[in-house]
T-cell receptor
Framework: GAVVSQHPSRVICKSGTSVKIECRSL??????MFWYRQFPKQSLMLMAT?????????EQGVEKDKFLINHASLTLSTLTVTSAHPEDSSFYIC????????????FGPGTRLTVT | AQSVTQLGSHVSVSEGALVLLRCNYS??????LFWYVQYPNQGLQLLLK??????LVKGINGFEAEFKKSETSFHLTKPSAHMSDAAEYFC???????????FGTGTSLTVIP
């Protein structure tokens, strides 16, 4: 089956630093990748949609200069949280779609970011 | 526009009892509907999906859901709850391939021994 990985699974960083999260589709080509953010006990909120080779489309209220998304290949998308602050601490989940008419998205295991 | 409503943020059932998690959707186009389960500090695992065809869909771990267009519902059921079913469950809708998912707010299922 389709597998999506995320790295790292957990990261702790100091306030003011930047952290990069990788999302990889391991056994299929992902034409579209999505980044979600999940606060404790809450649902997933879409942050942005990225298509390979194109600029990401950000949801309203998401700062594109703070959350940099790069989808440089059909198997890799990265989310960089720049100048992280404690309020950026959250669970970040990516998903990938192959665009082959299967409708579903395949979700990564998530990355727990803690900013101290 | 798409949206999903999950009635009941917390549901508790006894082990062996029927599980019923409710999901209603609104969609301007024929929807594709999904149920996902999430265990603590983990990603989402697909339980089942409805795209076309038979309206009663069966998923993993004994779960099933029925798409009822007239009621705009896609409730998740399981005849007999197991302790291992305790988790967070999310209903989601999408318009189709490459389109974003809209998630419900989630239902936390507790199974009482």
């Amino acid at each position: 089956g389709a597998v999506v990985s995320q790295h790292p699974s957990r990261v702790i960083c100091k306030s003011g630093t930047s952290v990069k999260i990788e999302c990889r589709s391991l056994d299929f080509q992902a034409t579209t990748m999505f980044w979600y953010r999940q606060f404790p006990k809450q649902s997933l909120m879409l942050m942005a949609t990225s298509n390979e080779g194109s600029k990401a489309t950000y949801e309203q209220g998401v700062e594109k200069d703070k959350f940099l998304i790069n989808h440089a290949s059909l198997t890799l998308s990265t989310l960089t949280v720049t100048s992280a602050h404690p309020e950026d601490s959250s669970f970040y989940i990516c998903s990938a779609s192959s665009g082959l008419g299967l409708y579903e998205q395949y979700f990564g295991p998530g990355t727990r970011l803690t900013v101290t | 526009a798409q949206s999903v409503t999950q009635l009941g943020s917390h549901v508790s059932v006894s082990e062996g009892a029927l599980v019923l998690l409710r999901c209603n959707y609104s969609s301007s186009v024929p929807p594709y509907l999904f149920w996902y389960v999430q265990y603590p500090n983990q990603g989402l695992q697909l339980l089942l999906k409805y795209t076309t065809g038979a309206t009663l869909v069966k998923g993993i771990n004994g779960f099933e859901a029925e798409f009822k267009k007239s009621e705009t519902s896609f409730h998740l059921t399981k005849p007999s709850a197991h302790m291992s079913d305790a988790a967070e469950y999310f209903c989601a809708v999408t318009r189709g391939t490459g389109n974003q998912f809209y998630f419900g707010t989630g239902t936390s299922l507790t199974v009482i021994p």
